[in-house]
């Protein structure tokens, strides 16, 4: 079994900046690339950021230059950044691993439950 968990989450003014981790923990063999994605009520879950195994990050044109994402290959972890936040970056943040659990075994996605994100005066 593999799970991943995000801490992190919170309520943050405009124009402020919070900091979400993400663990993945369990029967790992291989993580390869981790990321975040946020769904707000009534959309689907879109992309924010990816990180592959090798530092190579990935970004949503709308979080450009305002979010980093890292990630901490000796504690499976995943790192976002966030900064300069606006009303339109609220949503529930999901982490997702893409991991292999063992040799004998496929790849495959792994979610975390979510954490809120609420950015309001």
């Known amino acids: 079994q593999v799970q991943v968990v995000e801490s992190g989450g919170g309520l943050v003014q405009p124009g402020g900046s919070l900091r979400l981790s993400c663990a993945a923990s369990?029967?790992?063999?291989?993580?390869?690339?981790m990321g975040w994605y946020r769904q707000v009520p009534g959309k689907q879950r879109e992309l924010v950021a990816t990180?592959?195994?090798?530092?190579?990050?990935k970004y949503a044109d709308s979080v450009k230059g305002r979010f980093t994402i890292s990630r901490d290959n000796a504690k499976n972890t995943v790192y976002l950044q966030m900064s300069s936040l606006s009303p339109e970056d609220t949503g529930v943040y999901y982490c997702?691993?893409?991991?292999?659990?063992?040799?004998?075994?496929?790849?495959?996605?792994?979610w975390g439950q979510g954490t809120q994100v609420t950015v309001s005066s």
């Open positions: 990180i592959t195994g090798g530092g190579a990050p």
């Open positions: 997702n691993a893409n991991v292999r659990p063992r040799a004998t075994m496929s790849r495959g996605d792994y």
């Open positions: 369990g029967s790992i063999l291989t993580i390869y690339t």
